[in-house]
């Protein structure tokens, strides 16, 4: 390792325009995908923002939908009850004031049948004794055999003394073969005791009227049912269904228990649809309605949305897709241009600096080099060397061996010196003929001497044949300079103009050897071998 006073480096130049306009290249490159990529993000997060939106919109609209048709029919349901249960209250007073033994049959036969008529949702009106025959009904004909006993209303009212209105299930009519809703009420003699039932019935048919003025979709539904699930009535109308319970249900199980109205997003245990249902509980009678729209026709127009919007984004996409990859494109060529202007340039410049014979540098990069090393060094504090060699008696080599071998010599010299020359940051150039130089940067007195010495040490290991010299080989003189810019008042020239004297006391002391110049007094000079 050579002895120097600091670790040798040499300080990398800044970059050129080219390399400065490629980085340019690759940077606009890097930008434009990203303001690409930037831009379908924000496309796709402000539709889908909007899409969001929407959906949310749709089911808000669906919800106060359904709200409303729970409220419209739990009120249609509860005036059309009330008003039999009006009615029957003031029948089962008159009844049971003037009691059943003494009933009008034909005064009371009138009046049933002038109630039926003001009344649209009646299928009939009803008097039954306790045995449960017809006593007296809304009807023109009553049959002989007329018996209601059996029915569920009949027994519930002679067993239990409330005198409340009841809700029944559906049944068939015995008169008329249509589907009714009973609503029956107990009637007592004077002592209490069970004197028969006061029975006005509505048609299932008048709710279905009602229902399908309503504007749903094919899989919406309607539902009127008793507060225990069964179902009296349903849009769509299934005769199979009327009947059938909800209690297990989750509006019934889970919402219902906590809350008498609501909207709750279920699906349905009639027919396993996904509903968007509104749900009202009555707080006179015992009935619960249900108002719901499929899932389906919810989302149906917001999925019409959006695929429209999902097409032209995916249209937007790939014409940004296309302009983009044409930017990108022009710009590659411009980045593989510019890579190859920045190679032609780099080329011309090691030419320019190179010289041809050796693959040395040339003169004109020593003398740039040699400014910047200068600078640097006085800005470091640190010594630099400069190294000046001339090959011994090279006019007399091109007389005897000609100027092809002289090249040949030159070369092959050239080559020793680069090879001794080891360090990254060392510079060895031809400066013109025979002469060469090597600048030494951040390299002391003895480390200088050292290069030379293996310079001087591979030129004579060449062994090249040289008749005209005393040593009968081509052998090279040498002359150092160092200085310590940041000390010395040195210019280049100066410097340059040191070694050569050290060169020139070289050759004057015989040749094959060096004379080194530590400052502008000191001399050392190395005998011939």
């Known amino acids: 390792m050579l002895p120097s006073e600091e670790p040798g480096f040499k ?69 059309a009850i009330r008003q039999v249960d009006v009615l029957t209250t003031a029948l089962s007073e008159r009844v049971e004031g003037d009691g059943l033994e003494n009933i009008d049959v034909p005064r009371i036969h009138k009046l049933l049948i002038e109630q039926s008529k003001i009344m649209p949702q009646l299928h009939g009106l009803f008097i039954y004794g306790a045995d449960g025959h017809w006593i007296v009904t809304d009807k023109e004909i009553t049959p002989d055999t007329a018996n209601n006993a059996d029915r569920d209303y009949f027994k519930y009212h002679r067993t239990h003394e409330d005198r409340h209105v009841r809700i029944g299930d559906v049944v068939k009519s015995r008169s008329t073969d249509d589907l009714i809703i009973p609503i029956s009420r107990r009637l007592n003699n004077k002592d209490g005791s069970f004197a028969g039932v006061l029975l006005g019935t509505l048609k299932v048919s008048y709710f279905m009227d009602y229902y399908g003025d309503f504007k749903i979709d094919d899989k919406g539904a309607l539902v009127l049912a008793l507060r225990n699930g069964t179902i009296l009535v349903r849009r769509p109308f299934m005769a199979s269904v009327v009947g059938k319970s909800l209690a297990n ?23 396993d649809t996904d509903r968007l249902y509104g749900y009202r509980a009555l707080t006179t009678y015992p009935l619960v309605v249900q108002a719901g729209l499929s899932r389906e026709s919810i989302t149906a127009p917001w999925r019409r949305d959006l695929l429209k919007t999902g097409f032209v984004l995916v ?73 000046m060699l001339d090959v011994d008696y090279f006019k007399r080599y091109n007389d005897r061996y000609g100027h092809a071998a002289g090249d040949d010599c030159l070369s092959a010299v050239g080559g020793a010196i680069q090879r001794a020359v080891k360090r990254p940051g060392d510079l060895a150039v031809r400066y013109g003929g025979e002469e060469f130089t090597v600048l030494l940067p951040n390299t002391n007195t003895a480390g200088a001497k050292q290069v030379v010495e293996d ?73 011939p071998l």
């Not at 939908?65 to 739990?74: D, E, I, K």
Request: some cysteine; aromatic content about 6%.
């Open 249 to 271: 249900s989750e509006i019934f199980q889970r919402y219902l228990p906590h809350a008498n109205e609501g909207v709750a997003e279920v699906r349905a245990v009639i027919d």
């Open 455 to 527: 310079i001087l040490d591979a030129i004579r290991a060449l062994n090249i044949e040289h008749a005209e010299s005393a040593l009968g080989k081509v052998t090279a003189s040498a002359g150092i300079a160092v200085s310590r810019p940041s000390i010395e008042d040195v210019t280049p020239a100066a410097l340059l103009k040191l070694a050569d004297a050290q060169l020139y006391l070289a050759k004057q002391q015989g040749r094959n050897r060096w004379c080194c110049a530590d400052g502008p007094t000191q001399q050392a000079i190395i005998p």
């Open 315 to 387: 249209f937007l996409i790939a014409v940004l897709a296309v302009f983009g990859l044409i930017v990108l494109s022009q710009l590659r060529q411009r980045m593989v241009m510019e890579r190859q202007l920045r190679r032609v340039h780099q080329a011309m410049r090691d030419m320019a600096l190179t010289d041809s014979l050796t693959g040395l540098g040339n003169r004109r990069r020593l003398d740039t080099a040699l400014v910047d090393e200068i600078r640097l060094a006085r800005r470091q504090g640190s010594s630099l060397a400069v190294v």
């Open 11 to 79: 300080v990398e130049s800044a970059p050129e325009a080219a390399a400065a306009k490629a980085v340019r290249a690759r940077t606009i490159f890097r930008l434009t995908v990203s303001f690409m990529l930037l831009v379908v993000f924000a496309f796709m997060a402000v539709e889908g923002w909007r899409e969001w939106r929407d959906y949310r919109a749709a089911f808000a609209s669906a919800h106060d939908s359904v709200t409303n048709l729970a409220r419209a029919t739990a009120q249609h349901a509860e005036d």
